[in-house]
């Protein structure tokens, strides 16, 4: 009985059924023995939070552990730019990998849902400025794939994989638009928890990758694209460096950047009430974790990334950047209250 009221009080505050949700996905896709098996796994977490919850709430909670725990079926087709079929002049094709992973089928079917949710929601979408620009972006990446097929990263598919990658993006903003207060705070203290256990997710594989100098051996580990390292230009005379869930050690980087910036946002968005103490000292931990695993990936371009943040973030908040220095050592020496 006391065990059901203290889950009780959680539930209030916090989205628990989803986050034990994400965790048991996690744990099972950890030992998971085929991609097949991974794919009905994937679809089941997204099912059930569907039955549980609705499908906005689905697509918000599943993005994380389903676009960061990436387990797709890989594909190659041959790309012969359109210029080389007229012309006389022999012309190399280039091959063009991409996977076809439970992300990225929910995100297309969410794509092609949104008019449907757009009446359910009953609210006019306001685009802010630098919204616009994406979408401008998008647009010229679609153009620019028609004309250079020769770039593989500039693919009709590979952009198309990254606009259902946002996707996520306006569900979020739709159902928080349509959401009461305490709803709201809810749903963001729930994804708070969920990228926190994304980043700390990854982390364990990242130390065990470090430990044993070399892939654990898990289907989640994009292991087929790992590079052989001290070979080449980028790699030479360098030993080992830890991938995480990614196919190279800079997208381990990117990775960690985009969640740790992600958890740190969503933090900023709670009210004074849901940034206890607790949740400042998960905030700290995952982005220590974070630093430590960008630290250990040696990518240049996340420390540069570091410094320019910190540094544009020093010169135009200083007084706010002297307080969050001074409440990190205070919260580092109180103790933690569970």
């Given amino acids: ?6 889950i009780n009080k959680y539930n209030k505050n916090i989205d628990l059924i989803a986050i034990i949700a994400v965790i048991i996905f996690l744990l099972l896709a950890t030992f998971i023995p085929s991609v097949k098996t991974f794919f009905v796994l994937a679809f089941l977490l997204f099912g059930f939070l569907t039955i549980f919850y609705s499908f906005p709430k689905a697509m918000i909670y599943a993005a994380f552990p389903l676009g960061c725990v990436i387990v797709s079926q890989i594909h ?3 790309v012969i730019p359109a210029k080389a079929i007229a012309s006389n002049q022999y012309w190399e094709g280039r091959h063009l990998f991409f996977g076809i992973s439970p992300y990225t089928i929910i995100s297309t079917i969410a794509l092609l849902m949104i008019p449907f949710w757009q009446k359910k929601f009953k609210s006019k ?8 620009l994406i979408i401008i972006l998008i647009g010229l990446g679609f153009l620019s794939s028609l004309y250079g097929s020769l770039i593989t990263s ?5 952009v198309f994989f990254q606009l259902v990658s946002i996707v996520w993006a306006w569900y979020l903003s739709r159902t928080l638009f349509n959401s009461s207060k305490e709803t709201k705070q809810k749903i963001l203290t729930s994804l708070f928890f969920i990228v926190s256990l994304i980043i700390f997710y990854e982390s ?10 070399s892939s654990v051996g898990l289907l989640v580990e994009s292991t087929k694209f790992t590079p052989t390292f001290g070979l080449g230009a980028d790699e030479s005379g360098g030993g080992f460096r830890p991938f995480g869930l990614q196919a190279h050690p800079n997208g381990l980087a990117n990775n960690q950047l985009k969640l740790a910036f992600c958890a740190l946002l969503i933090f900023c968005h ?7 103490k607790r949740n400042k000292k998960i905030l700290i931990f995952v982005l220590t974790l974070s630093l430590i695993n960008i630290i250990l990936s040696l990518s240049r371009a996340a420390f540069i990334a570091i410094f320019l943040v910190i540094s544009i973030f020093f010169v135009r908040h200083k007084n706010k950047f002297i307080k969050i220095k001074k409440d990190l050592k205070k919260q580092l020496n109180a103790p933690i209250y569970f």
Avoid: A, D, G, P
């Avoid at 009985?1 to 203290?6: G, L, S």
């Avoid at 500039?154 to 590979?158: A, I, P, Q, R, V």
């Avoid at 709670?270 to 206890?276: A, D, H, V």
């Fill in 204 to 213: 364990l594989i990242v130390i065990k990758q470090t430990i044993s100098q």
């Fill in 270 to 276: 709670l009210t004074k009430n849901e940034q206890s």
């Fill in 1 to 6: 009985m006391f065990q059901i009221k203290k």
């Fill in 76 to 78: 190659s087709i041959l």
């Fill in 154 to 158: 500039l693919s009709l598919l590979n």
């Fill in 125 to 132: 979408i306001k685009l802010l400025n630098y919204e616009k």
